[in-house]
């Protein structure tokens, strides 16, 4: 992923040497006309840098003020739910699936997001994760390749396959996913998802489950 804007970057991490450099001398009385003296302060002034980066990357990418200019893309950390519509068509009945409940849960850090994503009857695990920004062009997606584990009492129409999704990233702050998918067994679908909290659920939530429904498993 393109993880910052380098222009902005470099001018950004310019304007704190430079800040760093000005105040330190300051402090220790040096003569920054000696370039000498200038030279020597270059330790600690890189030392102010590497800590500037590191709380960064831990955890000021986060900060909205930081969005969209030097960090191109948003933070999705958290639990999002919403409905799956399926393609995927019963060989018993000839009939389509409802909509199916679901939760998508995603772990985000500056360098990397995994996204699971949850039915009654199954759980799919993202590999080859992607943030598509385009601002000239209007394009904000998520993109990523899964593997669906489908539970083992439904392998007899549902069984482990891969498929890949582009979710379209909506609102600013994000509000929806709305995405689409499909996969190595021919079926496609829809996704329409809306934030639902913080935490990272790692089951289906009980009140998405109270009516659980056939074919779950199918995307």
């Given amino acids: 992923m393109k993880n910052f804007n380098i222009k902005y970057l470099v001018y950004l991490l310019l304007g704190i040497s430079g800040v760093a450099w000005f ?5 220790s009385g040096v003569d920054l006309s000696k370039f000498i003296d200038f030279i020597k302060l270059l ?6 840098d590497l800590f500037f980066i590191g709380n960064f990357v831990k955890w000021a990418w986060k900060w909205k003020i930081l969005q ?3 960090v ?3 933070n999705l950390e958290g639990t999002w739910q919403g409905t799956i519509i399926s393609s995927w068509v019963n060989p018993k009945n000839s009939e389509k699936v409802p909509p ?4 998508l849960s995603i772990k985000q850090s500056f360098t990397k997001i995994s ?3 949850r039915t009654a009857e199954m759980v799919s695990y993202s590999f080859g994760e992607e943030f598509k920004i385009e601002g000239d ?13 489908p539970l083992p009492s439904v392998n007899d129409r549902s069984p482990i396959h891969d498929g890949t999704i582009v979710f379209s990233i909506i609102g600013k702050p994000v509000k929806k996913l709305s995405g689409n998918y499909w996969t190595a067994r ?3 679908g829809e996704i329409d998802l809306t934030y639902r909290c913080k935490e990272i659920l790692d089951e289906m939530p009980e009140d998405l489950t109270k009516h659980p429904m056939k074919g779950a498993a199918n995307n």
């Fill in 137 to 149: 062009n209007q394009i904000r997606q998520l993109c990523y390749s899964y593997t669906s584990k």
């Fill in 23 to 27: 105040c330190i001398g300051v402090y």
């Fill in 115 to 117: 996204c699971v994503m």
């Fill in 100 to 103: 199916i409940p679901c939760i």
């Fill in 186 to 188: 021919k079926t496609t």
């Fill in 72 to 74: 191109p893309f948003p």
């Fill in 68 to 70: 969209g200019w030097l």
């Fill in 43 to 48: 330790p600690k002034v890189a030392m102010i």
